[in-house]
Structure formats: structure tokens, C-alpha cells
């Protein structure tokens, strides 16, 4: 016992130092460890002789990025050449091992025998002092990090620090985001289930009240006007009726898309089309429904106004969106449109459904502005009434 005491105390130095050589985590290590500054590098020169007059000689070393920080130890994994000297067929028998520990107070030079380094690299040697932490493994420099020079090891390690800090925060920001986008889908889950609950109680206001329809003929008699609406939960409905109140007999149906088949809205010459947008940014279901319909038809030569109802408050970022989802499967098909309405008054951040600095027709904010829907209507009703 007092015979390792004494070879672990030569390896070492002493305890009192504030870096040396140990063993390692397991045989085939050796341990280097650091209880105060930071340690950059630590660069190992070993040269000796077999039995039978062989030279060894050569370096390797282990560049820390980042720096090993005080209070820590690393073990680290020998190259093969260097086992080949200590415990090869045939070992050096003579030799010596010099360390360059390169840490912020510069380099400092350790001078090993043969003896104590291989008892260490047995598990049998000097022990790690105190209870320092253990990093990790670390296999020797490839020759991209041997080359970065002694003067630019402090920058290195800052640089890697950095990284990983960044990629750490990276990290934090990603899981935070989704945590965000699962909190928001589940609130929006939830407002769909509120919506359709409100809905599912006031089936008066809810449309489509003729269940869906038989679209292999046509439903309507020809006429010359008419409005058709989707609506989830009554409001566009509420604003379909408004409308035609306002024209009287100049309109001759008001449908809900789901009671009609989409070829009967080629008939008219005016149509006035309602939709409200769900789903952050989507056109409601029915009108989506028949989008490919709607794309077959031929609407050269016809007029069609919109009008659209949105949240400006709940989604500011995708208010009446869907507005501009319909106009432009009308216009694709040869529709000219008219009712495109100033956006003074209304509250939101960012709409598909602008051209020229207006919305593309009408628009109705039930949830926020609906002292001005009535106004609304009979404004933009008596704008068509001029332009059609
Ligand atoms: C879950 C949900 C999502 C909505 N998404 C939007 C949206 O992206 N943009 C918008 O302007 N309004 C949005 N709204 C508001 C509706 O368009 C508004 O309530 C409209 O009046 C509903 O019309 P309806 O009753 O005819 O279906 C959303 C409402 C709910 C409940």
C-alpha cells in the first residue's frame, strides 16, 4: 500500500497541484484532470528502447473543446502505436513519457517514467484526486485538430462553446415551438367543438336544412339573381337574408350551397356568393366541397360579388382568407367581379382577400363590428345596385 501511495504521489505530483495524469476510467486509459483554469490541450512525447536496442519514439495529443473546466477529469483512450510502446510483444524496456498540459496559464511540462504511466494505464497507478467530475471518453486528436496552434486553443474552445450554446438554445426554442403549436391546435379543436355545439343549438340559423342534395339534376328554375352561401353556424346565412332583403325581388333564390347543384349557379347572370372562413385561413367545408365543381362550369360573360365573414380579433392573420379562395375559381372561369369594398373600420393584420388596397367584396365581422353589419349590407347592396 505505502508503495502505490509513493507512485501515485510521483505521478501526481501532489494533490495540491492543479492538473496531472491519473488512470483512467478503465485499462487501456489514462486519466487527465484539472482542478482549476481551463485546460486546452494536453500533448503527450514519449521515446524509449526494448530489450534488444528497438527505438520508440512519437506524440499524440487531445485537444478539449470545450476546454476541460476546473474540477474535472477526462479519461482518455490511448493511440495503438503508444500501447505498442508500453505493453506491445516487445515493450520499451527504458524510455520516458513528457506531458504538455496547455491551459490558460500557458504550458506546463510533466516528466513520467515508464513505471508509474503503465500502472496506470492497468488501473493500478495514480487515482484521481478528490471527487471530480468525469466527462467522457476522448479519442486522440485527428490531424485537422493536432494543427490548430497553441495560441489559438482559447479561441477554439470559445468557438465550440458558442456553438454548442447555440444549438442548445436552438433546441429550447424548437421544443418550445411545439409546445406552442400543440397548445394552439388543442385550443382550436376545442373552439371548433364550441362552435358546433352553439350551432348544433340553434339549428334555425343553421343551414342546409334540407339535408344534401341530389346532384345528378339540376334544382333551380332559371332567374337572373341569385345569392349562395356556406355557412357552419348561421352567420353567413343571417347576411345572405340581409342581402336579399335589401334587393327585394331583384334577387330570385337564396341557397345554401349544400341545396343546390353547383352547374345551376351557371344559369344566372348575377351571383352573389357568401363564405366565411374556419380553420385559420380555410374556406368553409360546404363551399369546399364543391370547389372542383365549381371549376368545371363556365362563368364567361357573368357577374359575381362576394362577401365574406371573418374574426379580425380571433384571426387577424388569416382574415376572410377564404373570400379570395372562391373569387379566384370564378374568375378562372371567365366571371367579371364587382362589389370590391374599402377596408376602413376593420381590424386585422394581414388578408388574402385585398386587391388594389380593398377586399374583394363585402365584408361582415359579427364577432367584433356587428353594430355595423346592417349598415354594411345596405351600403355595399346599393354599390351593386350602381355597378350591376
Ligand atoms: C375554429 C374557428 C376558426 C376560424 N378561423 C377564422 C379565420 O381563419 N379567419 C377569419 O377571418 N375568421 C375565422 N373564424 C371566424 C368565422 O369566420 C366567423 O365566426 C364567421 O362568422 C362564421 O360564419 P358561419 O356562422 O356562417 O360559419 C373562425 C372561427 C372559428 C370558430
Redesign the pocket.
Known sequence: MAVLDKLNAMISKSTSSSLGLSRGERGGHLGVWVKRGELYRVAFHYQGQTKTGKVFSGHFSYTFGPAVNSGCFQSLEMPRSFKEFLVGKEPAKTGSITVDFISEGGKNSKSYELRPILLCYRQKGAFIPGELCHRAWLMPDTAELASIKENDLKAHSEKIKAELEEKRKKEEAEKRAQEEAAKKAAE?AA??A??KAA?ASKPAATAAASGPVDRSKPTLPNGKMIVV?????????NVADAVKAEFGEAVDHVKNITEIHPADLAQFEKVIVGV???????I?EDWGAVLPEIEALNFQGKKVAVF?????K??PE?????MAELVEKFEKKGAKLIGMWPTEGYE?KK?KALRDGKFLGLV????NQDHLSDKRVKAWVAQLQKEL
Open positions: 382550436e373552439k371548433v364550441a362552435a350551432a352561401y356556406g355557412s357552419s353556424t348561421g352567420n353567413t346565412k366565411p372562413t374556419w380553420h385559420i385561413g380555410e368553409q365574406g365573414l371573418g374574426d379580425g380571433g384571426y388569416t382574415y376572410v382568407d377564404a386585422f388578408s361582415i365581422d359579427v364577432e
